[in-house]
């Protein structure tokens, strides 16, 4: 299966980014301070003002092998929560495999995984009269493989996605949380009305 993302959430805009720097003078919006929004939103991050851009935030739903999911955990200011094979039998074998590999290494790679999702649950069925099921699901999960995809529900503010953008859409990154971060920024640039159009653009995109 392919990583996916969807968008499940968000709040704020540009107005509401503009709003919260106004804070500091008066947040009175007339027509002509609404027209100076972009210029603010570029200026106040080209000079580095960035707590504004807090008070905006997106949240997806990533379903991601879990070298790609160990990527997203490393980004401490977002909020994070995912599907735990400690609490549950991964019953469905969702797994990823690398597009740009060859037939004979995909094939590989989809053998030895099939392989290790067998054991994971034959190891489960096994230990479970012996270790009871709560231990056995927990320490059976060793089977399971990087490529091995589950769902994670991830929430970031404007700023702190700014930051993930700016090294996960990088050609330094791993190229699958590469393509998770272009998802990220292409679901974000087209919700409805464009919310957050002028951040977006202060960001170079
Ligand atoms: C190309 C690449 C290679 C990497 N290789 C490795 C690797 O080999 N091993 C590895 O462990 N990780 C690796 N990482 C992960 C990297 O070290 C960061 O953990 C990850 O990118 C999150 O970045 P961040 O800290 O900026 O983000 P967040 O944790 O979301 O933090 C956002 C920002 O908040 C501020 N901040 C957060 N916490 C603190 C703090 N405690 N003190 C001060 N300021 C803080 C910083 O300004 C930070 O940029 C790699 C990342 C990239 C992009």
Redesign the pocket.
Known sequence: MKNSVELIGHYGSDQIIACSAWTSTSRELTEEKKSRIPKLIQMLWSDGHETPFEKGSVHFLVNCDIASHI?LL?????SLNAESARYKELKDDKFYLPEDWNAKWINRLEIHTCRADFLYHLCLEELTPILGRKRAKESARYFKTYNSQIQSDIMFNMR?FA??LK??D?D???KEIQDIARQMIDLVKNIEGNPFEHTIKAWGY
């Open positions: 990527h490393k980004h401490r200011i977002s702190s930051n993930f090294l996960r990088s330094h990154a791993q």
